[in-house]
C-alpha cells in the first residue's frame, strides 16, 4: 500500500536558542519521519578568542580568562593552567595548597554534576529536580564564596598555590554541607533512577560502544560508561590524588542510562574525597606565591591535563623564555569530543532522543568553542 | 447548608411571575449556564495559582509572592496580560479554522457541565444519559486541535496538532472501558444515580475491589493524557522540538486554549471523584463541600504527578495505551460485569 | 509482572520523594525585603579607598592595578611633577569591561583599591557604568580595611607627633603588632621598604620563580595578615 505514497526526508533546524539548556548549540537535523538520517552540529556561537586572548596575557593575566574556558568547573580550569605554568616554571606547590586545591576541585566537581543532573531532568520533563539541584548547588557556591568572593569564576587556584587561605567558618560548613548531601542524592536517585518513564527515556538510548569512543576521543564519564576504565586521576595521577582512596565507577552498556548512574555515583565518590582531604590537610603553611611582574619561566612547551568532570581537559602552553606572556595556549575540552560522536548516536533515533542524549553526553558549549 | 433550595425557590418565583412555561425554562437554563460559567471562570482562575504553589511546594520555593497576598492575584495579571496582547493571525493562515479553534476548545469544556452534579441536586439537568454525554462532549476537543494544527498552517504545528490529536484519541478508548466497568456496576448512566448507588464509602467504587482500583488508576493515567498533562505532555512542552498545535496563538485566542486546558483537568477530576469517590457523598458537610474537597483532591493528584515524573516519548506513549492499558481496562470490563452477574461484592 | 510491580513501587517512591518536600521551610530569599549577608571577601565593585583621618585617597599613582588587569578596565590619567614623581589626575574603571577577577586588589601594596561586597550598581546607560575617581571614592568610604603592612610597621615606629590620645592607643596596638611581626618579617622587609616609595619600573623586585622558594612566601606579610588578630583602623 505504501508503493505509491512519495516520502522524503526534511530538515528540522535545533536552533542556537533552544529550550534544552546546554548552550546555544546548533543542530541540522535530517530527518525520515520521525527517525533521524543524519545530524550536522554547527558549532561557533559561544566563540570569544580565549586562545588569543591568552596570548596577550601574562601568565598571572591568564588565570581569569581561563576561568571563563568552561565557566561551570572553573576551577579545573585554573587548575589545569596552573599547573601547566608550574611545569614550565619548574615551580612546587605548598602541601596545604594542594590539598585546598583537590577540595575546591571536587567541590566544583559536584557543582557541575549537579547542573548536570538538573538539566537533565529538565530537558527530560521532570521540572522539579533542577531545582532541587540547584539548591544544593547554592550551598556549594556559598562555600567558595566565602573563601574568594565569586560564585562562579574564582580565579582562585593560582600559579604556584592558590589566592588565599580558607577562612575558618570554612570547614565546619563543609562537613555540615558533606553531612547532608549523601541524603539528598538518595532522594534524587529516588525520583528518577528507578522510575520506569525515566529508565524508558533513557534505557539504549545513543549506545556508545567502547571502541567508537576511544577513536572519537571520548573521555571522563562518558567513556566509563562505555566500559573503558580510564580516569586520569588514577591512571595519570596530577596534584595529590594518589593519596585518597575512591572508587571509578565503570559501566558496561554505554548508553544514558549508564552515563546517568555514574555521574550520580561520582557525586558521592568527590564527596568522599573532599571528606579525606579535609581530615589530612596540615592545619597550616603558606598557600600562596606571590609572582611578580615580570614573571617568565623558561622556554620550552607543556601540555598538562587533568580529569575534569567533562572528561579530559587539557591545556598546551608554550612559552619562549623571555616574554611575560605565553606564546600559544591551546585549550582542550572533553565537551568537543562528545559532540564530535553525537552524530553517530543519534542516527535511528527518534527526534525526542536528540536531548536525551544531549543531555547524557554533558556537553557544554563554551568548552566546545572557546 | 444545601444550596439547593436557593434554586428552586427562584425558579418557584420565576414560574410565578407568569410567563410562558417555555420562556420560563429558558430564562432558567440561560441563567443556570451563566452562573456555572461563572464558577468555573473562578474555579479556573484558583487552579492557575494553585498548580503554580504547588509546584513551589514541591521544589522548596516560594512561587507568587508579590501579587498581593501570597501572590492571589497572580492569574488575574496574567489575564490582563494576555488580554492587552496583540492578536496575530498569520497571514496564510485558513482565517476561519483559525478563529473557531479556540472557540470550540473552550465551548466544549464548559459544556461539559450540564451533566456533573456539584451536590444533591445541584445538577443543571440530569440527563439519563449523563455519563455519555459528557465522554462525547469531551472528544470534542480533537477538532479543536486538528483545527489549531491545520489553520496555522505551520507544518510543526500541524504534525504537532496530530500528534497531540492521536495522543487524545487513543487515551479516550481505555478512559471509556474503565468508566464502562463503574456503569456496568451502578446499572446506570445517569450521573445522579452512580452517586447515590455509593451512599456508604465502603461502597464508593475505588474500594469495590477487585475492579474498582484498576479502574480508578487506567482513568486517573488516561485522563492525564486526555488533559495533555505531564507525563503525557509532548504537545506542549518546550524541550521538545516540534512544537505544539498552539504555537501560532497569540493573546486571547492563546489565553482560551490555556484557560480550557485548566477547566478541562477539573472536568477530569469531577468526573472522578462522581464515578470512583462517591460524588457529593459524605457525613457532616454539606454536599457541595464534599464535592470540592474530593475535586480538588484529585487536582492535587494530577498537580503532584506533573511536578514528579519525566515525560514519555509519543512512541512510547501510543504502545502504552494500546498494548497495555486498553487490555487491561477490557480484562477490568469482563471482571465488572462477572462480578455483578455473579452477585460477589454486590452490596 | 515481576516488572510491573517493581514499576508501580517506584512510581509511588516518586511521588512521595516529592511530597516529602511540601511540609520543608522554603529556600527563596524574597529580594529586595531581604538581602543575603555577604561574604566579607566577596568580589564587587572595585572602590578606591581613603585614609581614615585625612579622608584623602591612598592612591599613589605607582599603576601597578592598571598592568594586573587583565581586561584594561582601569584608566588611569596622571601628571609628572618636576621631581618626576606622579600625581593622580583620573582614575577611571570602565565596568562594562571589569570582569572582577581581584587582580588589581591583590597588586597593591597601598591599600588604595578594594573590591567591596556591593553589587547594586544597574544603570540604564552604559555611559554610566565608567566610574570616575570621585564615585570611586564615595562608593569605598564606607568599605572596612586594613592597612598593609608595611603602614603599619611604618605608623609604628614613627616617634608619634600626633593627638594626645593617639599615642597611648598607638603604643599600646603597636606592641603586639611589632612582636608578631619580626619573627616572620625576617627575609627583607626593607627591600620592600625601599622599592615601594618609588614609583617601580620594571628594574623592581625581580623575585624569580626558581628562587622564590619558601622563605619568599613568608615575606609577604600580607598574605598572612588575615590570619593574626587584628585591630581595624
Known amino acids: 500500500m505504501t508503493e505509491g505514497l512519495r516520502t522524503e526526508e526534511f530538515q528540522v533546524n535545533m536552533g542556537p536558542h533552544h529550550p534544552s539548556t546546554h548552550g546555544v548549540c546548533r543542530f541540522i537535523l535530517t530527518m525520515d519521519g520521525e527517525v533521524i538520517i543524519s545530524a550536522e552540529p554547527v558549532i561557533g556561537y559561544l566563540h570569544r578568542a580565549l586562545e588569543k586572548i591568552c596570548e596577550n596575557r601574562t601568565y598571572v593575566q591568564c588565570i581569569p580568562v581561563m576561568d571563563r574556558f568552561e565557566y561551570c568547573t572553573s576551577m579545573s580550569c585554573n587548575q589545569v593552567f596552573a599547573l601547566a605554568t608550574e611545569k614550565l616554571a619548574g615551580m612546587e606547590v605548598s602541601e596545604r595548597a594542594e590539598y585546598l586545591r583537590v577540595i575546591m576541585l571536587e567541590l566544583n566537581r559536584i557543582a557541575s554534576h549537579l547542573i548536570w543532573y538538573g538539566t537533565t531532568a529538565l530537558d527530560l520533563g521532570a521540572l522539579t529536580p533542577f531545582l532541587w539541584a540547584f539548591r544544593e548547588r547554592e550551598d556549594v557556591l556559598d562555600l567558595f564564596e566565602m573563601t574568594c568572593g565569586q560564585r562562579l569564576t574564582y580565579n582562585y587556584i593560582r600559579i604556584g598555590g592558590v589566592a588565599r587561605d580558607i577562612p575558618p567558618e570554612f570547614i565546619p560548613k563543609c562537613m555540615e554541607f558533606l553531612d547532608k548531601f549523601d541524603a539528598k542524592v538518595d532522594d534524587y536517585e529516588a525520583i528518577l533512577t528507578e522510575n520506569p518513564i525515566f529508565v524508558a527515556r533513557n534505557k539504549d538510548i545513543g549506545v556508545l560502544t567502547p571502541e567508537m569512543a576511544v577513536a572519537y576521543g571520548v573521555s571522563g564519564p562518558s567513556l566509563r560508561a562505555s566500559g573503558v576504565r580510564h580516569d586520569l586521576r588514577k591512571d595519570d595521577p596530577y596534584s595529590i590524588y594518589d593519596r585518597f582512596k575512591f572508587n571509578i565507577p565503570v559501566r558496561h552498556n554505554g548508553d544514558c542510562l549508564d552515563r546517568y548512574y555514574i555521574r550520580i555515583q561520582e557525586m558521592r565518590e568527590s564527596a568522599k574525597i573532599v571528606r579525606q582531604a579535609i581530615e589530612q590537610m596540615p592545619k597550616e603553611g603558606d598557600v600562596t606565591k606571590r609572582i611578580s611582574a615580570n614573571f617568565k619561566p623558561p622556554k620550552g612547551e607543556v601540555y598538562s591535563r587533568i580529569e575534569n568532570s567533562r572528561g579530559e581537559m587539557g591545556v598546551y602552553v608554550q612559552s619562549t623564555g623571555d616574554t611575560k606572556k605565553p606564546l600559544r595556549v591551546k585549550m582542550r575540552g572533553g565537551s568537543y569530543n562528545q559532540l564530535q560522536v553525537m552524530p553517530e548516536l543519534v542516527k535511528g533515533h527518534k527526534i525526542a532522543d536528540v536531548v536525551a542524549i544531549m543531555a547524557s553526553l554533558d556537553i557544554i558549549m563554551p568548552e566546545v568553542d572557546r | ?347 | ?233
Open chain 3, 1 to 233: 509482572m515481576r516488572e510491573l510491580v517493581d514499576a508501580i513501587k517506584n512510581l509511588v517512591i516518586g511521588l512521595f520523594t516529592s511530597a516529602k518536600h511540601i511540609p520543608r521551610k522554603r529556600v527563596t530569599l524574597v529580594y529586595p525585603t531581604e538581602r543575603w549577608p555577604m561574604p566579607e571577601r566577596s568580589r564587587g565593585i572595585v572602590v578606591l579607598l581613603s585614609d581614615k583621618e585625612t579622608g584623602e585617597l591612598n592612591c599613589t599613582t605607582c599603576l601597578l592595578c592598571q598592568r594586573a588587569c587583565p581586561t584594561a578596565a582601569i584608566k588611569i590619567d596622571y601628571e609628572k611633577d618636576e621631581k618626576n614623581k606622579r600625581h593622580l589626575k583620573d582614575f577611571q574603571i570602565d565596568f562594562t569591561v571589569c570582569c572582577f577577577c581581584g587582580l588589581c586588589e591583590e597588586s597593591c601594596n597601598f591599600a588604595a583599591i578594594k573590591m567591596a561586597p556591593k553589587y547594586e550598581f544597574s544603570t540604564l546607560n552604559k555611559e554610566d557604568l565608567i566610574w570616575h575617581t570621585d564615585k570611586l571614592q564615595e562608593m569605598g568610604r564606607d568599605v572596612p580595611y586594613e592597612l598593609p603592612a608595611r603602614k603599619k610597621r611604618a605608623a609604628a615606629k614613627k616617634p608619634a607627633p600626633k593627638p594626645a590620645e593617639k599615642p597611648a592607643a598607638e603604643s599600646a596596638k603597636s606592641e603586639p603588632e611589632i612582636k608578631e611581626e619580626k619573627p616572620a618579617a625576617q627575609p627583607e622587609p626593607k627591600s620592600t621598604e625601599d622599592v615601594d616609595s618609588n614609583p617601580p619600573e620594571d628594574k623592581k623586585e625581580d623575585i624569580k620563580p626558581a628562587d622564590s622558594a619558601p622563605e619568599k612566601t613568608e615575606a609577604e606579610p600580607k598574605n598572612e595578615s588575615p590570619e593574626k588578630p587584628e585591630e581595624s583602623n
Open chain 2, 1 to 347: 447548608m444545601e444550596i439547593a433550595g436557593i434554586f428552586v425557590y427562584l425558579y418557584e418565583q420565576l414560574a410565578a411571575t407568569g410567563l410562558p412555561q417555555v420562556w420560563v425554562d429558558l430564562i432558567a437554563l440561560v441563567v443556570a449556564g451563566v452562573i456555572v460559567f461563572g464558577f468555573l471562570a473562578v474555579v479556573a482562575l484558583i487552579l492557575v495559582l494553585w498548580e503554580r504553589k504547588v509546584s513551589a511546594q514541591i521544589q522548596q520555593r516560594l512561587g507568587p509572592w508579590y501579587t498581593g497576598w501570597h501572590g492571589w492575584r497572580q492569574t488575574i495579571a496574567d489575564a490582563v496580560k494576555l488580554l492587552q496582547k496583540e492578536d496575530i493571525t498569520p497571514v496564510t493562515a485558513d482565517r476561519p479554522v483559525f478563529f473557531w479553534a479556540p472557540v470550540i476548545a473552550f465551548t466544549a469544556c464548559f459544556a461539559v457541565y450540564v451533566c456533573i452534579p456539584f451536590g444533591k441536586d445541584l445538577i443543571v439537568s440530569d440527563l439519563n444519559i449523563g455519563i455519555l454525554f459528557i465522554l462525547a462532549i469531551t472528544t470534542f476537543t480533537v477538532i479543536s486541535l486538528l483545527m489549531a494544527g491545520w489553520g496555522s498552517n505551520n507544518k510543526y504545528a500541524l504534525l504537532g496538532g496530530m500528534r497531540s490529536a492521536a495522543q487524545v484519541v487513543s487515551y479516550e478508548v481505555p478512559m471509556v472501558v474503565a468508566v464502562l466497568a463503574v456503569i456496568v456496576f451502578a446499572g446506570s448512566l445517569s450521573m445522579v444515580d452512580i452517586v447515590e448507588s455509593q451512599a456508604m464509602i465502603y461502597q464508593w467504587y475505588i474500594f469495590r475491589l477487585p475492579f474498582g482500583p484498576i479502574a480508578f488508576i487506567i482513568y486517573i493515567i488516561a485522563a492525564t493524557a486526555e488533559t495533555n498533562r505531564t507525563p503525557f505532555d509532548i504537545p506542549e512542552a518546550e524541550q521538545e522540538l516540534v512544537a505544539g498545535f498552539n504555537v501560532e496563538y497569540s493573546g486571547m485566542k492563546f489565553a482560551m486554549f490555556f484557560l480550557a486546558e485548566f477547566v478541562n483537568m477539573f472536568t477530569v477530576s469531577a468526573i472522578g471523584a462522581t464515578l470512583f469517590l462517591g460524588g457529593w457523598q459524605g457525613p457532616f458537610l454539606p454536599s457541595w463541600v464534599w464535592f470540592l474537597i474530593k475535586t480538588f483532591g484529585l487536582v492535587f493528584v494530577f498537580m503532584w504527578f506533573r511536578w514528579t515524573y519525566p515525560r514519555l516519548r509519543v512512541d512510547q506513549l501510543m504502545e502504552f495505551s494500546w498494548k497495555f492499558l486498553l487490555p487491561l481496562a477490557f480484562a477490568n470490563l469482563i471482571l465488572a460485569g462477572w462480578m455483578k452477574y455473579s452477585g460477589w461484592f454486590n452490596w
